[in-house]
T-cell receptor
Framework: DQQVKQNSPSLSVQEGRISILNCDYTNSMFDYFLWYKKYPAEGPTFLISISSIKDKNEDGRFTVFLNKSAKHLSLHIVPSQPGDSAVYFCAASEGDYKLSFGAGTTVTVRA | GAGVSQSPSNKVTEKGKDVELRCDPISGHTALYWYRQRLGQGLEFLIYFQGNSAPDKSGLPSDRFSAERTGESVSTLTIQRTQQEDSAVYLC??????????????FGPGTRLTVL
């Protein structure tokens, strides 16, 4: 029973444009959300996070938006760069160490 | 290197055999986690070690799975009598001190296990 869902397995975007990745969750007890990025043959690396007391967190080109009423969060990458081509995982926690992950979205940035 | 390392990177085994996967966490990280990612699915939490406290084994899928950690160093995940549904990438992560969501987990590259 997946509590975190990423319904788009892949996304293709042109360099310089915006990438929008979506994530939905079912557990209303989740209060901390994270995005991880993964390159082939490497482990996931932390990208950005947001606490449930906020609805937006920005770090450079990356912004995460949280809509608690809809149980939805999104990651915006602006502008997209070739080095952003990777698999992006959404994860959520009830505040402790157990992270529930989505299945990932593969982003391809076209030159 | 300063990152989390795992070995082997790939393991092919026959159904019914036992396998042992190894994780070397980042030095100084007291918290260690094992996850599994089956094809097309997200990472599933398996087990958590924090210092000398009793591990949280709540994510282990069956009693064929076990894990050990010596102090704050190497951990091994053992799968006995492997089944085809055990085929997955097994990822290890470590973090500093308290295992809270805001303490960044640093992942290793994983071990891809294939059970024939």
């Amino acid at each position: 029973d997946q509590q975190v869902k990423q319904n788009s397995p892949s996304l293709s975007v042109q360099e310089g444009r915006i990438s929008i990745l979506n994530c939905d969750y079912t557990n209303s007890m989740f209060d901390y959300f994270l995005w991880y990025k993964k390159y082939p043959a490497e482990g996931p690396t932390f990208l950005i996070s947001i606490s449930s007391i906020k609805d937006k967190n920005e770090d450079g080109r990356f912004t995460v938006f949280l809509n608690k009423s809809a149980k939805h969060l999104s990651l915006h990458i602006v502008p997209s760069q070739p080095g952003d081509s990777a698999v992006y995982f959404c994860a959520a926690s009830e505040g402790d160490y157990k992270l529930s992950f989505g299945a990932g979205t593969t982003v391809t940035v076209r030159a | 290197g300063a990152g989390v390392s795992q070995s082997p990177s790939n393991k092919v085994t026959e159904k019914g055999k036992d396998v042992e996967l190894r994780c070397d966490p980042i030095s100084g990280h007291t918290a260690l986690y094992w996850y599994r990612q089956r094809l097309g699915q997200g990472l599933e939490f398996l087990i958590y070690f924090q210092g000398n406290s009793a591990p949280d084994k709540s994510g282990l899928p069956s009693d064929r799975f076990s894990a050990e950690r010596t102090g704050e160093s190497v951990s091994t995940l053992t799968i006995q009598r492997t089944q085809q549904e055990d085929s997955a990438v097994y990822l290890c992560a470590s973090s500093l001190a308290l295992g809270a969501a805001y303490n960044e987990q640093f992942f290793g590259p994983g071990t891809r296990l294939t059970v024939l």
